[in-house]
């Protein structure tokens, strides 16, 4: 079983729709969560960090759940712009901190 | 605006030369930095924990006298991969980890290698 799993879509939805993400991690001694956005061949960029409160930035909302280590990217009113892979990233403390990358999950946007 | 650099952006070289990525922290000293690599489709896979004045530590499976990490100041560490061969093709990617509520991770824009 893979420390970070995401289903790794694609997922096409059309402009304006909204669209879930799911992730799940494996190792409970896992402490920092995050969601990065990564363009065809350009680097990750983080997108936001997610915490148990959950926390929203304008059209994203992420969800943490310890209890069923699953976390959730949930994107409103998409843009075409939006099209990208998500990943979802796990940063364990084993002794000395890791971070794990899930594969991610691919998203198109279409008009 | 940016955080970390690297150069150069992309490469192409023949099989068994050697080439060197640099690795810049832009905003701050990092005393560590990370080393990942990223094949088509897939996700990215650790290489090395770059360690400034200590030698690096290497991911399970990573030859470390095949990828040589340096990391001789705060600001910059180099990745050479010797002896390239063309499966060594694949997408560079350092970064450095911040703290600022959760120990963030930013990218480099990464360094495309291409080995014929």
């Known amino acids: 079983r893979k420390e970070v799993e995401q289903d790794p879509g694609p997922f096409n939805v059309p402009e304006g729709a909204t669209v879930a993400f799911n992730c799940t991690y494996s190792?409970?001694?896992?402490?920092?969560f995050f969601w990065y956005r990564q363009d065809c061949r350009k680097e990750p960029k983080l997108l936001m960090s997610?915490?148990?409160s959950g926390n929203e930035d304008g059209r994203f909302t992420a969800q943490l759940n310890r209890a069923s280590q699953y976390i959730s990217l949930l994107i409103r009113d998409s843009k075409l712009s939006d099209s990208a892979t998500y990943l979802c990233v796990v940063r364990v403390n084993t002794g000395g901190f890791k971070t794990i990358f899930g594969a991610g999950t691919r998203l198109f946007v279409k008009a | 605006g940016a955080v970390v650099s690297q150069h150069p952006s992309w490469v192409i070289c023949k099989s068994g030369t050697s080439v060197k990525i640099e690795c810049r922290s832009l905003d701050f000293q990092a005393t560590t930095m990370f080393w990942y690599r990223q094949f088509p489709k897939q996700s990215l896979m650790l290489m090395a924990t770059s360690n400034e004045g200590s030698k690096a530590t290497y991911e399970q499976g990573v030859e470390k006298d095949k990828f040589l990490i340096n990391h001789a100041s705060l600001t910059l560490s180099t990745l050479t991969v010797t002896s390239a061969h063309p499966e060594d093709s694949s997408f560079y990617i350092c970064?450095?980890?911040?703290?600022?509520?959760?120990?963030?991770?930013?990218f480099g824009p990464g360094t495309r290698l291409t080995v014929t």
């Open positions: 997610v915490y148990s």
């Open positions: 190792n409970s001694a896992s402490q920092s």
């Open positions: 970064s450095v980890s911040r703290q600022l509520t959760s120990y963030e991770q930013y």
